[in-house]
């Protein structure tokens, strides 16, 4: 949610039941400002809440001038104070993905994992019981990561490509009319696109390239069926 | 279109006097008033020696047409005309009968051609070939009727030369060759009166298709009517393209491009049934409806409940709690209810369900209660019945088939209701304005199996759940099954508010199972929200818990009720020994959350306060991470629970379905069954040595026997 229409968008999320009570709603608006200032991003996005069992962490991504951009998420337990979080790396996500279970809201805390790793000692090998410590900053931030590249979604046309490379804003964007906001396809993930280049030419031919540079929603597993059966 | 007619079947003869009171009475009978064609009538005398006459003339008609089947016209079959006309528009026959006595050999193709095409303009082009033939052509002084080119709600216009069109400027004469060969569609008539047979003829083309709401006999109309505006060339030769293009274009109505059509957007359907929501009651009179309303409703203050969890972060947005608290005001209004509470939405992938959790007025659900019970009950005796006739089948066969050993477990009945996990009823909506439905109650079996499965909700209460272990019931069972778990699970109070009642029962004498019911304790002052906080011991749970079993109060499912002592002793005491269940106990009622069993090293509840910047003004909140969704809060004396979410427990695995059981033994193996390998050469030539070794042996010994009786015999 962009910091500047945030309570808007937060009445309009609320169906799901999830909300902010008002001194978190007043923090976060006056807090986003200064971040926005502070990191000079274009855009300050309300990313969301992960909930843990002693706090909660929520969390905002700045974005620069290039939306498409790697983004950079910050996160904070009192809507207050702001800390950068490291950009998530591939060793980040397969060492957290053994960890299971809640948050527990409290930043340094460090899992503790037992793995079985071959040690070579000179001549023998045998299996040693590891221990090794993550910690849940690391899987906060492979989470936040794996959040993002699965449903961040974008309608199409709120951002359009311009022929220098970077992607912009697009301030003539009225919305999705009733008929296209109910198909999958007027839809894309906001990350670089993975599937666009298998597309097929005959595919490519009816996208439109200054729009249509994201993959679309239309083709992701499990596909949408009819609820009745 | 394009159907060859059927041969026409000779019709009785009616008099031409009963024809002609029969034609007027269908004029006055049609739908369409047509208050010109009686007059047109009375112009045209009848006269038979016109009739007479117009049978040659229809000869030559269908001969000059290439109809063969009217070649054979006989004098009775002329009357077939007559006849036939129900098939056509009966405003128009009216005029096509007159004017058949009345023209006289007058065969001029032009005029049939005049004549038949406003016949086929009518809407029903099966007819007019028939028809056609009846036309001797027109006099002078009716033209008008012929050339009138009408759709199905036009009257006709007497005198005109010619007629309103529905849509263009008309045209004078047509040639034959523009006339399409418009089928026959229907069959003829049984001799029938005529009138009849008109309306059954229109009921029949004004049946709408299957697949449609449109109707054969809109279709043809708006078909000539498209065909008489455009004027194409050859129209018989487009005849099919522009059979398709009439169809497309009724369903794709030609926008104005001018000027926008407003959408009929579904918003604005929900609107209207939200703005019924906000109307009073209209009955009574208006200070009367004050009064009853501010004394006290069934209907709990939601408005107050969602500030106090808008304070936790909890909840839907003010607008939409309005909306539920009108909805519930509503279900309080159409049902005897005693009291209500706004239990939580549970969220679909379609759509979204709002629970109410309520309470009927003494007496008022048995009712409904008793007419289920029955159908289960004749259910069930039925499946008694099946498995006796079996058993006796099984018998007489000659080769006995292995019975199977395989029992289903014995149905543990549900509890009653008021009681246990069916203390409350659910009622469901999926959106404030649409109506309550009832959930059924639940039962044991269905709380077992819910456990095991897990499936999204997709809002409508009807889709089947399927699943393995097979789900016994549609979406609205796995709902109440899981709004049953969660009610079980999460519904806390501060420690207490509530209270058992005076009777300090034997608890031994009840087996240990616990008291059932609580009261609200009217000395109940509070607990410090900081305390609320803390301690996991301050709150309690005060809905009971369910049993492995799927009941809240346990019961033996061997105890066996008189019917299922009749129909298996033998085989059922041969399994008693085996069986001995155990009484499952659960945590009594009132029990604290500290008593709660953690799940991986994790705390089951997550207390907090509201707000951490001014506690003296907060509200305790407390959050279970075994129901991700479910919230309740507390403040002085007041306390609520809520659940919003999916409606399914935390699980830190992904879920996995269960595998389908191992295939069961179909027989018991033995050697009869088994494929054994034959014999190998050696191990035969081994045997028939050994046989011939014991044959040789038994030789021996009988002509040992032999001898001494030989020698017994010499002695």
């Not at chain 2, 709150?539 to 499912?557: F, K, S």
């Amino acid at each position: 949610m962009d910091a500047e229409s945030l309570l808007l968008a937060l009445e309009l999320a609320s169906g799901s039941g999830q909300g902010l009570s008002p001194d978190r709603r007043a923090s976060l608006l006056t807090s986003l400002m200064l971040v926005k200032r502070d990191y000079r991003f274009d855009r300050v996005l309300f990313w969301g809440r992960i909930l843990g069992l002693v706090a909660d962490y929520y969390i905002a991504q700045g974005v620069s001038e290039d939306q498409l951009a790697p983004r950079k998420t910050l996160y904070s337990l009192n809507c207050m104070e702001w800390s950068l979080l490291p950009p998530a790396t591939k060793e980040m996500e397969t060492q957290t993905s053994v960890v299971k279970g809640r948050f527990m809201g409290d930043p340094s805390h460090e899992y503790e994992h037992t793995e079985l790793q071959k040690v070579n000692e000179g001549e023998k090998v045998f299996e040693e019981e590891v221990v090794v410590q993550i910690k849940e900053e690391t899987r906060l931030v492979s989470v936040i990561d794996q959040i993002d590249k699965a449903v961040a979604v974008i309608p199409r046309g709120a951002l359009f490509k311009t022929p220098f490379g970077p992607i912009n804003v697009n301030r003539t964007f009225e919305g999705l009319s009733l008929s296209e906001a109910k198909k999958l396809s007027s839809y894309f993930h906001f990350r670089e696109p993975v599937e666009l280049k298998n597309k097929t030419l005959l595919e490519k031919a009816e996208l439109d390239p200054s729009l249509d540079f994201m993959d679309s929603l239309e083709h992701d597993i499990p596909k949408d069926e009819d609820p009745r059966g | 279109m394009g159907d060859p007619p059927p041969d026409p079947e000779p019709p009785s003869q009616p008099t031409s006097s009963s024809r002609n009171s029969q034609v007027s009475e269908r004029r006055r009978s049609r739908e369409r008033t047509r208050p010109l064609v009686p007059e047109e009538l009375q112009q045209i005398p009848l006269d038979p020696q016109i009739l007479r006459g117009s049978q040659e003339v229809l000869s030559n008609q269908s001969n000059l047409r290439g109809w063969p089947q009217r070649a054979s016209l006989t004098p009775n079959e002329n009357l077939v005309f007559q006849a036939e006309d129900p098939y056509v528009n009966p405003g128009f026959s009216a005029e096509v009968q007159p004017q058949a006595y009345l023209s006289e050999g007058r065969l001029q193709a032009s005029h049939n051609a005049s004549l038949m095409l406003p016949q086929l303009q009518q809407g029903e082009g099966n007819l007019f070939q028939q028809l056609e033939s009846a036309y001797q052509g027109s006099p002078a002084d009716l033209p008008g009727q012929f050339t009138m080119y009408q759709r199905e709600d036009l009257p006709f216009s007497q005198g005109t030369q010619h007629g309103p069109y529905m849509r263009d400027d008309p045209t004078l004469q047509f040639s034959p060759s523009e006339l399409g060969f418009m089928s026959f569609n229907m069959e003829l008539p049984e001799p029938e009166p005529r009138e009849l047979a008109v309306q059954n003829a229109k009921a029949y083309l004004l049946q709408t298709s299957v697949n449609s709401d449109l109707s054969l006999y809109e279709h043809l109309a708006n078909l000539l009517t498209k065909i008489l505006n455009q004027r194409p060339e050859d129209p018989l030769f487009l005849l099919e393209s522009l059979n398709r293009t009439t169809q497309w274009e009724w369903f794709h109505p030609k926008l104005d491009t001018l000027r926008d059509d407003p959408e009929m957007q579904p918003t604005y359907e929900m609107a209207e049934r939200q703005k019924a929501l906000f109307g009073r009651s209209s009955s009574g009179e208006g200070e009367q409806e004050m009064e009853e309303e501010t004394a006290e409703t069934a209907v709990p203050n939601i408005m107050e409940k969602a500030f106090y969890f808008e304070q936790a972060g909890v909840g839907l947005s003010s607008d939409e709690s309005f909306r539920v608290f009108m909805a519930l005001k509503q279900l309080v209004e159409q049902q005897p209810i005693h009291t209500c509470r706004f239990w939580g939405k549970i969220l679909g992938l379609s759509r979204s369900y709002l629970v109410a959790e309520v309470e009927f007025r003494e007496g008022e659900e048995e009712a409904e209660e008793e007419e289920v019970e029955e159908m289960t009950e004749g259910g069930e005796g039925m499946e008694a019945h099946g498995e006796e006739e079996g058993d006796e089948d099984e018998d007489k066969a000659t080769d006995v088939i292995p019975k199977p050993t395989w029992k289903p477990p014995p149905v543990i009945p549900k509890e009653d209701s008021r009681t246990g996990t069916n203390r409350y009823l659910y009622f469901v909506c999926n959106e404030p304005g649409r109506p309550w439905m009832r959930l059924p109650h639940v039962t044991p079996i269905q709380i077992v199996q819910a456990r095991k499965i897990r499936k999204f909700f997709t809002g409508y209460l009807d889709a089947p759940v399927i699943s393995y272990p097979p789900f016994p019931g549609n979406e609205a069972n796995y709902l109440r099954a899981q709004i049953a778990r969660i009610s079980a699970a999460t519904h806390i109070s501060p420690l207490g508010f509530y209270q058992f009642g005076e009777e300090e029962g034997d608890e031994e004498e009840e087996g240990g199972a616990g008291r059932d019911s609580y009261e609200e304790n009217p000395d109940f002052e509070g607990i410090p929200v900081l305390e609320l906080v803390d301690s996991m011991a301050n709150w309690v749970h005060h809905t009971q818990h369910i049993l492995p079993q799927g009941r809240c109060t346990w019961v033996n499912p061997l105890q066996k009720t008189e019917e299922e002592e009749e129909l298996g002793e033998e085989e059922e005491k041969a399994d008693e020994g085996v069986e001995e269940v155990e009484q499952e106990v659960g945590p009594p009622l009132l029990t604290p959350l500290s008593e709660d069993a953690e799940i991986m090293h994790m705390a089951p509840w997550t207390a907090r306060l509201s707000c951490t910047l001014s506690p003296q003004y907060s509200v305790a909140v407390v959050r279970s991470n075994l129901w991700p969704g479910a919230y309740a809060y507390a403040s002085g004396k007041k306390f609520e629970n809520i659940y919003i979410g999916w409606g399914h427990k935390y699980s830190p695995e992904n879920f996995n379905p269960s595998l389908p059981a191992p295939i069961q033994h179909e027989y018991p193996s033995g050697p009869d069954t088994i494929e054994m390998s034959d014999p190998t050469v050696e191990e035969e030539q081994a045997l028939k040595a050994a046989q011939e070794q014991a044959l040789a042996a038994a030789e021996e010994e009988e002509e040992d026997e032999e001898e001494d009786e030989d020698e017994d015999q010499d002695d």
